[in-house]
């Protein structure tokens, strides 16, 4: 049986390490078992080989006393799609359990599941400590479960507004009763007061107001997009008509903005307006971020990946601690002096309803990386099929 051969040393090993738990439970996994009917496939029967070998995740173990690769089934290669990759023990190892086995994840537990970041795309991992010397490995790309799962999560934020609009009652209605009160003084008062009096009193009533505008404007960009209208247009074509428009204001300041690869590479179905108004969120946070910086830059880039085109904007400004990267999307979160904590709420919930998603990667002091995925226009889908 062809699944024997692939697992000979391995079973022997297994056999050698008494009162190893897993060791029996493999060795019994190997022995034959009896043929297994395929529904639909009259007359046609599997053994354990071409289930694992049919089976729709990629599995792998490794040996590693010899520092060897004993076994992958045939999906194992389509999930990482490298081919190299799949028979280098090393480089295997480094990607896929290194970090659990220098954090010494296995000592209270034989089972790890973790996620990998690999050429893009995200891979689930569940790791088994099958004995002291061998780990079986299951692989699956979720990249675009990750993605809807995400997508999922934003919208379900959106839906439980309640929470958000709690806290809008609160920061209005203290400027408000504040400027009420002044006002009614005021009218009492008037004439008793000195004019440095009730120039006091007028100062303290405009800045509640000031107060009360700037959050009823963050307010208007949050509702006004309540239905969007998407359409397929040339991604270089709406960067180049957004970039016209803001790249004056950030060269007043000093700031470069520089397009590091082409744009041209797909069509996305998108809200212009929605899309603008989450481009200027992310590029007003990095030219904040970018202040008393030296030689302060913001680049482009875009990368076309299966159905999604990937547009990263990345600046060379102060960073986000990781304590606030814990809280980035929750509303009245902020560590900006004048901001109210619905920049990125409102960002995200722009690309949610474009079917889009939103990333973002921060170092302290070495800079901001933010990622947002676009679904590519039918239209290009099209193309490349005829390509």
Known sequence: MELRHEFHSLEGAL?????VSG???????????????????????????????????GILVLDLERQAIDYRNLLFYQVLQDELLCADYQALYALLIQSLEEE?????????????????????????????????????????QSRLESIAQAVNAMDNIGFIFSGIRHEIGNPLNSLKMAISVLKQNLDSFSAETISEYLDRSLADIGRM???????KTFS????????????????????SLVERDFQSHGIDIRIEASLDIASVRVDNRALHQALLNIFNNA????????????RISAELRGQLVWLTIADNGCGISPEQQKHLFQPFNTNKPNGNGLGLVITRKLLAMMNSDIDIESQPQQGTRVTISLPV???????????
């Not at 056999?15 to 009162?19: C, D, I, V, Y």
């Not at 795309?121 to 490995?137: D, N, P």
């Not at 030219?287 to 913001?298: S, V, Y």
């Open 377 to 387: 226009s039918p239209q290009t889908d099209s193309a490349q099929d005829i390509l």
């Open 213 to 219: 505008e700037y959050l009823l404007k963050s307010l």
């Open 224 to 243: 006004i997009f309540e239905h969007v209208d998407l359409k397929d247009q040339p991604l270089v074509d709406f960067m180049g008509k957004f970039l």
């Open 287 to 298: 030219a904040d971020a970018l202040l008393g910086r030296n030689d302060p830059e913001i």
């Open 104 to 144: 010494n994840r296995f000592a209270h537990s034989a089972h790890v599941n973790h996620k990998v970041d690999y050429q893009g795309r995200l891979l689930g991992c569940s790791v088994y400590k099958i004995t002291r010397r061998y780990r079986g490995i299951f692989l699956r790309d979720i990249t675009e």
């Open 23 to 57: 060791a029996g439970l493999l060795r019994n996994q190997l022995e034959p078992v009896a043929e297994v009917e395929v529904e639909g496939s009259a007359g046609s029967s599997w053994g354990f080989a071409q289930i694992l070998e049919h089976i729709d995740v």
């Open 15 to 19: 056999r050698a390490e008494k009162g």
